[in-house]
């Protein structure tokens, strides 16, 4: 999303207007529920998607008539049967679209797209809320976690009227005050921490990076952690694996991925992991490696309850071999732990 919002930024910096296409509803059988966004300009879509198929086709020529016009919509898509039987799926469905006009010469659209790309630049939770009361007048902005806190900011209507209801881990559309929103979470907080920068990692960091997790990898060689390897990376850091404190600040809210060069490395990291108490903590090794460690840790005076709640060997269980296959076992075990984070699970 945030490669997205750039690229309206871009077209609005160069005076060029654009369409943002949202699903703002959808229900049945949809290639996309809500939240799912393209941008369509004068050079047609140029990045995102809602699905393919038929809904995105039509709604494409749909944010073409809305950059002639120069007007913002909303528009409901029905799937025939025939149609979701192309994407694989058995029963028709029903998607509600917003088509939403970025005009370059309104200051009010791009203030809201500069605020919404410095949202991703910070690690705190945050929404998009846009008010589409009046569908050809939006107005957009963003919701931090902050204002939810002092029950101020942008909406302050909402805030007070809804609250948690309105601002959690799923896109939808609410009602405060008499004017109608939709709101989807922009930036969920919480940085993966890489420590070992070999052959796993660099397979690992990209891939995470294109799921929406922001990652920072930490090794004590700089030829295994610096920008050149992880481009992807929003920090590398070199240090001693036995004062990581002294570089990064590990919260309740963040990831830990083990996967250093050797069993003592792995013990350094763990055990201060462990006493910094983050959302998730893996690590990858031979099950002989991760017995060694855990003794030293018991020793130190972790509880076997302590140790047994970290992810030994890292990874869901897909018989993963290669560092590719391994890197998205790995992603796929953080995805489901996120989802059940924000879901209230964990």
Excluded at 117 to 127: I, L, M, P, V
Excluded at 185 to 213: K, R
């Amino acid at each position: 999303m945030e490669e997205l919002f750039e690229k309206v930024k871009e077209y609005l910096e160069k005076g060029k207007g654009a369409v943002l296409v949202t699903v703002i509803a959808s229900s049945g059988s949809t290639p996309r529920g809500a939240g799912s966004r393209m941008l369509v300009t004068e050079d047609g879509i140029v990045c995102g998607t809602i699905g393919g198929g038929a809904v995105e086709y039509r709604a494409s020529q749909t944010a073409g008539e809305a950059l002639r016009k120069k007007a913002s919509s909303a528009r409901g898509f029905t799937l025939t049967r025939d149609q979701v039987a192309d994407i694989g799926m058995v029963c028709g469905g029903n998607v509600s679209v917003y088509f939403q006009y970025m005009d370059p010469e309104s200051p009010a659209a791009g203030e809201a797209v500069r605020r919404l790309t410095d949202a991703f630049r910070r690690d705190e939770d945050s929404w998009l809320v846009l008010d589409i009361t009046d569908e050809t007048c939006w107005s957009m902005d963003v919701c931090r976690e902050e204002d939810l806190k002092k029950q101020e900011g942008p909406f302050p209507e909402l805030v007070k009227e809804k609250g948690g209801e309105a601002f959690g881990s799923k896109a939808l559309q609410t009602e405060a005050g008499g004017r109608k929103y939709y709101v989807e979470p922009l930036v969920q907080a919480g940085t993966v921490y890489v420590f070992g920068g070999g052959h796993v990692a660099q397979e690992l960091v990209p891939l995470l990076s294109h799921v929406g997790f922001s990652c920072t990898v930490m090794d004590d060689r700089e030829e295994f952690s610096n920008p050149a390897v992880f481009p992807d990376a929003k920090r590398t850091v070199v240090g001693d694996m036995n004062r990581i404190g002294d570089y990064l600040q590990i919260t309740d809210r963040d990831y830990v991925c083990i996967m250093t060069r050797g069993h003592q490395f792995d013990y350094y990291v763990q055990r201060q992991a462990l006493a910094a108490k983050p959302k998730y903590i893996g690590v990858m090794g031979s099950r002989n490696k991760i017995r060694v460690v855990t003794e030293k840790l018991l020793e130190d005076g972790f509880s076997q309850e302590e140790i047994e709640g970290c992810h030994m060997p890292i990874g869901t269980r897909i018989l993963a071999e290669t560092p590719a296959e391994i890197a998205v076992s790995i992603a796929g075990e953080l995805i489901r732990v996120r989802a059940e984070s924000r879901n209230g699970k964990s």
